[in-house]
């Protein structure tokens, strides 16, 4: 089945640093989300791309929906500790409203 | 606004008993989704409804899981009988039009 790469799984950064974070996937996806989940809870919908080259911010947070189509970016700037937590990819496939494929994470740590 | 509410937060049962896990999604959203989460596994799309009606659950991992949405504001969750390998965390989301979903709490399960 479809399969989303996420790297890299985890990243240990100082407070104040920026981070990157990307996803790839085997097959072309017509729209891209990135979530957010801190421990204990569910995933937070932090930005959703829909365009091939669209460029979105949310905050100090910027996704990016590669011009092939096949991956995605995530930047945060000037990283907080609150950024703390474990952040996904999801892709959707043209024509499977409702299938979203997740990535497997990557987990993010912020030392003070 | 009310989110996605779950409940059981926490369940622990014991081996082939009967486990209902609820939801309520968040008002005027027409699709729910069901989804488990573990370790090794990541997030998976056990099964989704439109308008109350299952779309697709060929992520139901057996014959021992089943998913009712009986109205718009409740859905249910059921594994019968209980096995230790269904130990995960289960997760419902709404979206009002199937690719931006919004995430409950999650109900972690136990089985021993």
């Known amino acids: 089945g479809q399969q989303l790469n996420q790297s890299p799984q985890s990243m240990f950064i100082q407070e104040g640093e920026d981070v990157s974070m990307n996803c790839t996937s085997s097959s072309i996806f017509n729209t891209w989300l990135w979530y957010k989940q801190d421990p204990g809870e569910g995933p937070v919908l932090l930005i959703a791309?829909?365009?091939?080259?669209e460029l979105t911010s949310n905050g100090r947070l910027t996704a990016q929906f590669g011009i092939t189509r096949k991956d995605s970016f995530l930047n945060i700037s000037a990283s907080i500790p609150s950024d703390v937590g474990i952040y996904f990819c999801?892709?959707?496939?043209?024509?499977?409203?409702?299938?979203?494929?997740f990535g497997k994470g990557t987990k993010l740590s912020v030392k003070p | 606004d009310a989110g996605v509410i779950q409940s059981p937060r926490h369940e622990v049962t014991e081996m082939g008993q009967e486990v209902t896990l609820r939801c309520k999604p968040i008002?005027?959203?027409?699709?729910l989704f069901w989804y488990r989460q573990t370790m090794m596994r990541g997030l998976e799309l056990l099964i989704y409804?439109?308008?109350?009606?299952?779309?697709?659950d060929s992520g139901m991992p057996e014959d021992r899981f089943s998913a009712k949405m009986p109205n718009a504001s409740f859905s249910t969750l059921k594994i019968q009988p209980s096995e230790p390998r269904d130990s995960a965390v289960y997760f419902c989301?709404?979206?009002?039009?199937?690719?931006?979903?919004?995430f409950g709490p999650g109900t972690r399960l136990t089985v021993t």
């Open positions: 999801a892709g959707q496939e043209g024509g499977s409203q409702g299938n979203l494929i």
């Open positions: 989301a709404s979206s009002p039009q199937g690719t931006e979903q919004y």
């Open positions: 791309l829909y365009k091939a080259g």
């Open positions: 008002s005027g959203h027409d699709y």
């Open positions: 409804f439109n308008n109350n009606v299952p779309i697709d």
